[in-house]
């Protein structure tokens, strides 16, 4: 019994790891000692976040990297369309947001191959870089992100994950200015109804940020920084 929970959560914790995988690149964030970072959004495209958040990011003149699932785009293309046509770049959050862990191969790549259509569908041109629902991957996900030369992006700074932070526009505020670093990469989940508190925070984490010192940039903008 004791060999089994330590494997489960041994298992956990490998499915979980923000700086390791089997198989391939990733990326938490970026060493550098210039002052530059990368705000994320994951999920969504919806009607409650999608403009709310483009226009905060436009006020602040910042550009950000939107995690979408594909499912919402095909539900929301014009959604889509607009976090393009705003300037703001695109990532691929798999078709349905499943956990990518106990999957098949076919899975995997039907997930990211059909995703990656409605992206270009949606006018994006640039690279495409992978985050992985929630985190989490194994086995056959890493691998056919290492197997077609794709980047897999996590992140370190994540106010969200900690219900007291969570709760209060305040706080996750607080939480992100005091975390963030040179090269950071922020994870911020703004898209659905229930996440006024996150789009409430955005304009004042943008806004203490600049006044530190910080350069917003994308996750592929981001990723040319490594080692300056």
């Known amino acids: 019994m004791l060999v089994l929970v330590a494997g489960t959560f041994?298992?956990?914790?490998?499915t979980s790891a923000r700086t390791w995988q089997f198989f391939g690149g990733l990326?938490?964030?970026?060493?550098?000692?210039?002052?530059?970072?990368?705000?994320?959004?994951?999920?969504?495209?919806?009607?409650?976040?999608?403009?709310?958040?483009?226009?905060?990011?436009?006020r602040a003149q910042v550009p950000a990297t939107f995690y979408l699932i594909g499912q919402d785009m095909e539900k929301h293309p014009e959604l889509a369309r607009s976090i393009v046509a705003a300037g703001h770049e695109l990532g691929n959050h798999t078709y349905s947001h499943e956990r990518?862990?106990?999957?098949?191969?076919?899975?995997?790549?039907?997930?990211?191959?059909?995703?990656?259509?409605?992206?270009?569908?949606?006018?994006?041109q640039g690279e495409?870089?992978?985050?992985?629902?929630?985190?989490?991957?194994?086995?056959?996900?890493?691998?056919?992100?290492?197997?077609?030369?794709?980047?897999?992006?996590?992140?370190?700074v994540e106010p969200n994950t900690y219900p007291d932070v969570d709760a209060s526009a305040e706080r996750i505020v607080d939480f992100t200015v005091e975390h963030v670093r040179p090269?950071?990469?922020?994870?911020?989940?703004?898209m659905y109804a229930g996440r006024e508190q996150t789009r409430r925070a955005v304009g004042p984490i943008l806004d203490r940020l600049k006044a530190d010192g910080y350069r917003f940039v994308t996750v592929g903008e981001l990723l040319t920084y490594q080692g300056k």
């Open 10 to 14: 041994g298992l956990q914790a490998l």
């Open 27 to 58: 990326t938490d964030r970026v060493d550098t000692t210039q002052k530059v970072v990368a705000l994320t959004f994951d999920d969504g495209p919806v009607p409650a976040g999608t403009q709310p958040l483009l226009d905060e990011l436009a």
């Open 100 to 124: 990518m862990v106990l999957v098949t191969p076919g899975f995997v790549a039907e997930e990211v191959e059909r995703t990656d259509k409605l992206i270009r569908d949606a006018g994006f």
């Open 128 to 156: 495409i870089t992978f985050r992985p629902p929630n985190g989490k991957k194994l086995l056959a996900l890493p691998y056919y992100l290492d197997e077609h030369n794709r980047k897999t992006i996590m992140w370190d």
């Open 183 to 190: 090269g950071s990469i922020i994870l911020l989940h703004g």
